[in-house]
Protein backbone atom coordinates (compact mmCIF):
# COMPACT_ATOMS: atom_id res chain seq x y z
CA UNK A 1 0.00 0.00 0.00
CA UNK A 2 2.85 2.29 0.92
CA UNK A 3 4.78 1.35 -2.40
CA UNK A 4 1.46 2.57 -4.06
CA UNK A 5 0.80 5.73 -2.51
CA UNK A 6 4.27 7.05 -3.53
CA UNK A 7 4.07 5.51 -7.28
CA UNK A 8 1.06 7.86 -7.74
CA UNK A 9 2.51 10.60 -5.49
CA UNK A 10 5.70 10.62 -8.08
CA UNK A 11 3.24 10.23 -11.25
CA UNK A 12 1.24 13.33 -9.65
CA UNK A 13 4.64 15.34 -9.61
CA UNK A 14 5.01 13.92 -13.34
CA UNK A 15 1.66 15.29 -14.58
CA UNK A 16 2.00 18.77 -12.89
CA UNK A 17 5.64 19.36 -14.58
CA UNK A 18 4.31 18.34 -17.83
CA UNK A 19 1.20 20.55 -17.41
CA UNK A 20 3.41 23.19 -16.20
CA UNK A 21 5.73 23.20 -18.86
CA UNK A 22 2.76 24.00 -21.58
CA UNK A 23 1.28 26.25 -19.70
CA UNK A 24 4.92 28.56 -19.99
CA UNK A 25 4.79 27.36 -23.51
CA UNK A 26 1.19 28.98 -23.79
CA UNK A 27 2.07 32.13 -21.72
CA UNK A 28 5.26 32.57 -23.76
CA UNK A 29 2.93 32.48 -27.30
CA UNK A 30 0.96 34.81 -25.65
CA UNK A 31 3.10 37.56 -25.55
CA UNK A 32 5.67 36.43 -27.22
CA UNK A 33 4.34 39.13 -30.65
CA UNK A 34 3.16 41.70 -28.26
CA UNK A 35 3.63 45.17 -29.20
CA UNK A 36 1.36 46.58 -26.96
CA UNK A 37 0.19 45.89 -23.42
CA UNK A 38 -1.63 47.80 -20.78
CA UNK A 39 -3.56 46.69 -17.72
CA UNK A 40 -4.59 48.15 -14.42
CA UNK A 41 -2.09 47.88 -11.23
CA UNK A 42 -3.08 47.20 -7.88
CA UNK A 43 0.71 47.34 -5.85
CA UNK A 44 1.05 46.21 -2.37
CA UNK A 45 4.27 46.54 -0.64
CA UNK A 46 5.28 45.89 2.31
CA UNK A 47 8.05 47.37 4.75
CA UNK A 48 9.51 44.47 7.09
CA UNK A 49 11.49 46.70 9.05
CA UNK A 50 8.66 49.26 9.58
CA UNK A 51 6.17 46.95 9.74
CA UNK A 52 4.19 49.12 7.50
CA UNK A 53 1.84 48.53 4.31
CA UNK A 54 1.58 50.60 1.28
CA UNK A 55 -1.47 50.13 -1.45
CA UNK A 56 -0.73 51.91 -4.34
CA UNK A 57 -2.87 51.56 -7.77
CA UNK A 58 -2.56 52.90 -11.43
CA UNK A 59 -1.95 51.43 -14.88
CA UNK A 60 0.93 49.93 -17.12
CA UNK A 61 1.52 50.67 -20.39
CA UNK A 62 4.23 49.09 -22.92
CA UNK A 63 4.78 50.01 -26.39
CA UNK A 64 7.46 47.79 -27.70
CA UNK A 65 10.43 48.76 -25.67
CA UNK A 66 9.00 51.56 -23.93
CA UNK A 67 7.06 51.01 -20.64
CA UNK A 68 5.39 53.63 -18.31
CA UNK A 69 4.16 52.48 -14.78
CA UNK A 70 1.85 55.29 -13.33
CA UNK A 71 0.35 55.20 -10.23
CA UNK A 72 -3.16 57.35 -9.56
CA UNK A 73 -3.03 56.89 -5.40
CA UNK A 74 -2.06 57.70 -2.89
CA UNK A 75 -0.37 59.98 -4.96
CA UNK A 76 0.66 60.76 -8.70
CA UNK A 77 3.98 59.63 -10.18
CA UNK A 78 5.27 57.64 -12.98
CA UNK A 79 8.16 55.73 -14.35
CA UNK A 80 8.74 55.80 -17.65
CA UNK A 81 11.42 53.78 -19.49
CA UNK A 82 12.82 53.72 -23.29
CA UNK A 83 15.87 52.75 -24.40
CA UNK A 84 17.75 55.95 -23.62
CA UNK A 85 16.76 56.79 -20.58
CA UNK A 86 14.70 55.96 -16.92
CA UNK A 87 12.28 58.95 -15.62
CA UNK A 88 11.01 58.67 -12.26
CA UNK A 89 8.30 61.63 -11.43
CA UNK A 90 6.61 62.85 -8.64
CA UNK A 91 3.59 64.92 -8.57
CA UNK A 92 3.80 65.80 -5.01
CA UNK A 93 7.50 65.65 -4.21
CA UNK A 94 7.24 68.16 -7.23
CA UNK A 95 10.71 65.88 -8.58
CA UNK A 96 12.17 63.96 -11.65
CA UNK A 97 14.78 61.58 -11.40
CA UNK A 98 16.28 61.38 -14.76
CA UNK A 99 19.22 58.47 -15.52
CA UNK A 100 20.65 57.30 -18.37
CA UNK A 101 20.34 53.85 -16.90
CA UNK A 102 16.92 52.65 -17.95
CA UNK A 103 17.22 49.29 -16.11
CA UNK A 104 15.06 49.39 -12.90
CA UNK A 105 13.49 46.48 -10.95
CA UNK A 106 10.43 47.16 -11.50
CA UNK A 107 10.81 48.11 -15.57
CA UNK A 108 12.67 44.36 -15.39
CA UNK A 109 10.88 41.79 -14.14
CA UNK A 110 7.49 43.66 -16.46
CA UNK A 111 8.93 42.14 -19.62
CA UNK A 112 6.99 39.51 -19.42
CA UNK A 113 8.35 37.42 -22.17
CA UNK A 114 11.65 37.86 -21.02
CA UNK A 115 10.61 36.97 -17.56
CA UNK A 116 8.71 33.36 -18.57
CA UNK A 117 12.05 32.46 -20.20
CA UNK A 118 13.89 31.97 -16.98
CA UNK A 119 14.29 29.15 -15.09
CA UNK A 120 11.14 28.26 -13.58
CA UNK A 121 9.73 26.09 -10.83
CA UNK A 122 6.16 25.15 -10.08
CA UNK A 123 5.35 25.73 -6.67
CA UNK A 124 1.25 25.20 -6.45
CA UNK A 125 -2.06 25.56 -7.88
CA UNK A 126 -4.84 27.20 -6.32
CA UNK A 127 -7.51 29.53 -7.74
CA UNK A 128 -7.05 28.66 -11.37
CA UNK A 129 -3.49 30.33 -10.45
CA UNK A 130 -0.37 28.01 -10.85
CA UNK A 131 2.83 29.68 -8.89
CA UNK A 132 6.67 29.65 -10.04
CA UNK A 133 9.51 30.34 -8.28
CA UNK A 134 12.16 32.27 -10.72
CA UNK A 135 15.08 30.50 -9.70
CA UNK A 136 17.44 33.37 -10.15
CA UNK A 137 15.98 36.53 -9.86
CA UNK A 138 17.46 39.79 -10.52
CA UNK A 139 19.15 41.28 -8.13
CA UNK A 140 18.84 43.11 -5.47
CA UNK A 141 15.82 40.68 -5.62
CA UNK A 142 16.13 37.46 -2.94
CA UNK A 143 13.20 35.68 -4.30
CA UNK A 144 10.57 36.25 -7.10
CA UNK A 145 7.08 34.46 -8.14
CA UNK A 146 5.25 34.45 -11.06
CA UNK A 147 0.78 33.69 -10.85
CA UNK A 148 -0.77 32.85 -13.73
CA UNK A 149 -4.18 32.06 -14.46
CA UNK A 150 -4.81 28.90 -16.20
CA UNK A 151 -7.78 30.20 -17.64
CA UNK A 152 -6.62 32.88 -19.92
CA UNK A 153 -3.02 31.84 -19.93
CA UNK A 154 -1.72 35.46 -18.73
CA UNK A 155 0.09 36.44 -15.25
CA UNK A 156 -2.14 37.37 -13.39
CA UNK A 157 0.19 38.54 -10.33
CA UNK A 158 4.08 38.75 -9.46
CA UNK A 159 5.63 39.19 -5.74
CA UNK A 160 9.43 39.62 -4.76
CA UNK A 161 11.17 40.43 -1.91
CA UNK A 162 14.30 42.95 -1.96
CA UNK A 163 17.61 42.63 -0.08
CA UNK A 164 16.16 44.52 2.79
CA UNK A 165 13.40 41.71 3.13
CA UNK A 166 10.49 44.00 1.78
CA UNK A 167 7.79 42.32 0.04
CA UNK A 168 6.31 43.62 -3.25
CA UNK A 169 2.93 42.56 -4.99
CA UNK A 170 1.92 43.11 -8.34
CA UNK A 171 -1.58 42.59 -9.34
CA UNK A 172 -2.56 42.99 -12.79
CA UNK A 173 -6.32 43.24 -13.87
CA UNK A 174 -7.91 44.01 -17.28
CA UNK A 175 -5.46 43.06 -19.53
CA UNK A 176 -4.95 44.65 -22.98
CA UNK A 177 -2.66 42.76 -25.61
CA UNK A 178 -1.72 44.49 -29.03
CA UNK A 179 -4.89 47.09 -29.11
CA UNK A 180 -4.19 51.08 -28.92
CA UNK A 181 -3.24 52.28 -25.59
CA UNK A 182 -5.06 54.10 -24.13
CA UNK A 183 -2.53 56.82 -23.25
CA UNK A 184 0.52 57.41 -25.67
CA UNK A 185 3.74 56.54 -24.08
CA UNK A 186 4.96 59.83 -25.47
CA UNK A 187 2.20 61.73 -23.45
CA UNK A 188 3.95 61.01 -20.19
CA UNK A 189 5.87 64.40 -20.33
CA UNK A 190 7.34 66.08 -16.79
CA UNK A 191 5.79 69.53 -15.97
CA UNK A 192 7.96 72.76 -16.54
CA UNK A 193 8.21 73.61 -13.20
CA UNK A 194 9.94 70.31 -11.78
CA UNK A 195 12.98 70.04 -10.08
CA UNK A 196 15.00 68.05 -12.24
CA UNK A 197 17.49 65.58 -11.10
CA UNK A 198 20.09 64.07 -13.09
CA UNK A 199 21.78 60.49 -12.02
Not at 62 to 83: A, G, M, R, W
Not at 185 to 197: C, D, K, R, V
Amino acid sequence: MKNLILSFCFLTIIFFNIQADDLINLVQNQYLNTKTFQAELLQVNIFSMQNTQLESTGNIFIDNSNLVIEYTKPYYQFIKSTNEFLTIYSKNENTAFISENNKQVLTTILHFQSLVSQDLQFISLSDNLQKYKVLKPVEPLTSLYIFIDIKTNLINKISYTDDMDNLIILNFLNQRLNKPLTKPIESFIIPSNTNIIYQ
